[in-house]
């Protein structure tokens, strides 16, 4: 299914070079303000064409609110949002019917699908469709109250720092990967449950989600694995959860601790990187060299810490409504 | 919820020291044949008392089929299966209703349920409810035909080979964690799908329901974050969806592309360690030094890649189901 | 929540004085070929303004397909399809906020959602919904191949002639109700669950999610409730599952029988009846007189058959997958 | 499936000849004091051999409260219920394989699947299954608070007086049916959704989850069909919701109003009546005269109202729950 959320449910649809991509999200609470402006922060955040490394093909990205608002509040009934596509180019794609592109969905996509997946640009499996998480965790922020959802990126191509990350992606022409760390501030103890749903298993199964996401640690992660648990365990040292050390990201039994939630995301380079490549011409059944045409870009990492913050909110705004910590109507209007 | 899948819908229950632990299995296909002997190899894999690092608290773990058997065959009902806890001392944990342990539930539950929660050996949130899971793996497994799940633990406290990690454990008295890899071959293409229910997400949320577990990676994982495009790249070499490399761990797009599915998975040293350690005595309002009495593994990580396994093919036959490669009624009775 | 289904999912928006209505399909089976024209038929049936007793107001009803659809056939991906609102006149809706409509949802909607609410003309709890059930039915009955789903109006306003009720109608100048009937021919034995999940459930659950549905009843329905067992047993005459009588109404123990699937629905006057009402005005906490201004339907029953027909081809196309009757791919593009 | 429900979650179990039935239930709330006396007045009320017409198989039905319970409380964890099965005698049921019984389940189960059902006394599709209802009843009921719902029998065989609706079964030897009323005071306003999670849908829903239904009608039902409008509605008198006349049934627009929630039930003559009757003998493909063996209710009905509580205090309880008019964790413990 493409949707997601037991009580804040989102859903999203679209393709890359279809009208629109878009999301629905219904159980929302009414009496949010909400209006196109909200939006744009964040949009912003996610579009291309404004800094080095990221695609020039550049969207509006203006959300057109459909649905479920009234005088700029949410109306309780589900909210429609879409984003129409504009800027498209699909004779780029023509070719990658017969040769699929190495790293993108285009050969299993053309086998599930039975071949009627709309291949132009990706189609549904494009990054397009990240607009619709954002624009879903735009929403889910405003539920969030003084909660702060924070992910930045923390490394490119092995590099602390994202300029030189990029640069050594610019130089050698190939396109790169980064990590993405996430931190939220003023959870309230208890939120997720001791098993199928616990709080990791939520945040990770909307993370994988996003489009070129490897990997997903929390707290002290791949490395607990070479802790002693005399180093690793988090000693409780206030009634209200806080611990000396954070080596559990915030997380214990399933749930959260009161500490701050603290994950980290791995991001593989671009797929659609400038070097030639090889792939299977589907037509001859033998491989052939290709290089992908189309704007792309070198470093898709810079652009999801937004991504990762909008399914981080929408995972926490479904569980604290869960756990009757923001109410279904909300009384300040 | 303590309940997961779509089609084949698991819901595990119980506590450390109560009556029972369990699980409910609803959408199993009629006709597969099941008995009491057929869960005894992987319950022997996940049980304690039979290696070095392990706990000398050993359960029979007999499967109690109390429904949805009919002369030894699955009927296409809820499936329950129900393990008696007999082995179980409570008195070892009563000091912790007061002073939580660190690594635990015990804090966050008691703060969760308001106190109602069974604290006995951890209650619902004990490692003992990996019996069920176990159980539900097993069901699972026989649905999957010829396709192969199989975890192993490859790190051992830092060492690949798990004897020696083992004996730094016992050697410094200390806790000590792994890592897991599991391998799934013979999957066809196109389970998953783009978005939420990634076979990624489906997977790391499965993964995520085990205890200690910290991190989850696909094929390359968090070193793809610093490889090159051209290098991270799969070429497609084969129309059967083979490729020359694994760096996807076999999905793309969200969807199995064919190759074999690799992860691996992150756990934490056992949370209670031989080590003195401090927690907060919550009487008092004061730290106090602590050591965990009861019988607990060293190295927890021994017993969870039968879990792995269990879990993954809980994901694995549900979407088969949902694809329809596996039939609802098993022809071949 | 305003989605309904398990593979076949489908989730309604829009309010029916805002810029759209419309419906989200997911897990519909690629390979579908559908364009706008394949709604007409059903949108004519559902429209008003075409026969007495129905409404003036007359929307295009032309449905955007906006996404989960390429070369005029479905992709597997989530459809999208909007109707644009054109014909509103919002201000006859205006004093409904002080004096709620008697029969409407008004009040509760504006205590439920705390006033934010979109109040012009129902807002979300509009009969112009229906258009987006109907849209899904279309879908959902391209679906189903040989199996026909037909419902009919079998009274109105206690005539078995629908021309003669609404002459009473007329000259009562009040609104009436009516009985609609469904029968589904050509089922597969075996559809459907013992409990939660019955037949019945299923299509009862989708039925009065039709705006003014006030019962349903399977085969002799109430009529049962006054027969002796040896009369109303369905007695088995062949292996293909055909039964002497059909008192059933072609479900037993919760599955379909190989009967014909046969049910009765319903169907209240029309809530906006052109009599003086009485309701609270509440501003002044005062009852007074009322006349629902607007333009209304004298028999809502005339446009329901196309939506019961709509809600039950979803229902049975959600089980058909389920059961695997349907293909997730439709081989004969 | 057979679970239903989004927060309060219950799944049934079992078989009528098997060890047990039973139900799970998640989604509970922590701090609700239950013991296996809790559930004796509503078991007793279900139980047959106790009233003329009904069946003379009498189970002691103790509750096995297995999991979930601590201290004679809920704990928030899922509880899991058994009734174990002590008096069948299975012998009586053989035939039926050959000659499935009229009215009920034993073709089709055979049909769905594949020959593997446990056909023992109608196994999984048995009445005995609504014990477990009833189970979760009695948990659902008490998070209810002072809402009170109460079912009761209106009409045996045609007959306004029970009694007198038995006499005519016991002379005519025939099995008969009745129609049950629900009453459920004490709602507050807004519980429900607008379409497909309608208060009605889920009640119909899970009314229809109770074997023997055929029917069910909200409020004047069948009859508004025959109505004018300006006589079905009902004209609000009050801010507190009340309306003059309760035609609705206590829900408009699918959401409690804030009178009484009223709908009725129609249930049809126990299948097996004592009566000769005629079925296909599938080893011979020929009709044959057929007298169902077995001890059976001569009218189910008198068994249905508290089953018919039951489940409508399930969907009462999550949808409390949904709108956060009960709480996740008790306080008054």
Redesign the interface.
């Known amino acids: 299914?493409?949707?997601?959320g037991?009580?804040f449910?989102?859903?999203?649809?679209?393709?890359s070079h279809?009208?629109?991509?878009?999301v629905?999200i219904?159980?929302c609470p009414?009496?949010i303000p909400i209006s196109s402006e909200t939006f744009q922060e964040d949009l912003a955040r996610r579009k291309g064409g404004m800094q080095k490394g990221t695609t020039p093909r550049s969207e509006e990205d203006i959300p057109l609110l459909?649905?479920?608002i009234?005088n700029a509040?949410?109306?309780?009934?589900?909210?429609?949002i879409?984003f129409e596509n504009k800027n498209t180019r699909s004779s780029d794609y023509e070719k990658m019917i017969e040769i699929?592109r190495?790293?993108?969905?285009d050969?299993?996509?053309h086998?599930?699908?039975?071949?009627?997946?709309?291949y132009r640009g990706?189609?549904?499996?494009s990054g397009r469709?990240t607009t619709s998480?954002v624009a879903a965790g735009v929403v889910a922020k405003k539920l969030l109250g003084s909660i702060e959802v924070t992910a930045t990126l923390k490394?490119v191509?092995?590099e602390p720092d994202s300029a030189t990350g990029i640069e050594k992606?610019i130089s050698?022409q190939?396109?790169?990967?980064?990590?993405v760390e996430c931190v939220v501030k003023g959870l309230p103890?208890?939120l997720g449950?001791?098993?199928?749903?616990?709080v990791?298993?939520?945040i990770?199964?909307?993370?994988?989600?996003i489009?070129a996401?490897?990997?997903?640690?929390?707290?002290?992660?791949?490395a607990?694995?070479?802790?002693?648990?005399?180093?690793?365990?988090?000693?409780?040292?206030?009634?209200d959860?806080t611990?000396?050390t954070n080596?559990?990201?915030g997380v214990?039994?399933?749930?959260?601790?009161?500490n701050e939630l603290l994950f980290r995301v791995?991001?593989?380079?671009?797929?659609?990187?400038p070097?030639e490549?090889?792939?299977?011409n589907?037509a001859t059944?033998k491989?052939e060299a290709f290089t992908v045409k189309g704007r792309h870009d070198l470093c898709i990492?810079l652009r999801v810490p937004v991504v990762v913050e909008a399914v981080t909110a929408m995972v926490l705004a479904d569980l604290l409504l869960?756990?009757?910590k923001i109410?279904?109507?909300?009384?300040s209007?």
Request: hydrophobic share 40%; proline share 5%; no cysteine.
């Open positions: 299914m493409n949707s997601f037991r009580i449910r989102v859903q999203i649809f679209g393709e279809g009208e629109v991509v878009g629905l219904d159980g009414a009496g459909k649905s479920g009234f509040t949410t109306t309780g009934a589900p909210l429609i879409l699929p190495p790293g993108h969905a050969f299993v996509a086998q599930k699908f039975g071949g009627h997946e709309d990706g189609g549904h499996f469709l998480l490394e191509a092995g992606a050698k190939d396109s790169v990967g980064g990590i103890i208890g449950e001791p098993f199928f749903d616990s990791e298993s939520l990770a199964h909307a993370i994988f989600s489009p996401v490897r990997g997903i640690e929390f707290g002290s992660g791949f607990a694995a070479r802790m002693f648990g005399s180093e690793h365990n988090d000693s409780l040292v206030s009634m959860g611990t000396a080596h559990a990201g214990v039994g399933g749930l959260t601790n009161g791995a991001i593989k380079p671009t797929s659609s990187t070097q490549q090889k792939s299977l589907t059944g491989q990492a869960l756990e009757q109410l279904r109507v909300n009384p209007r």
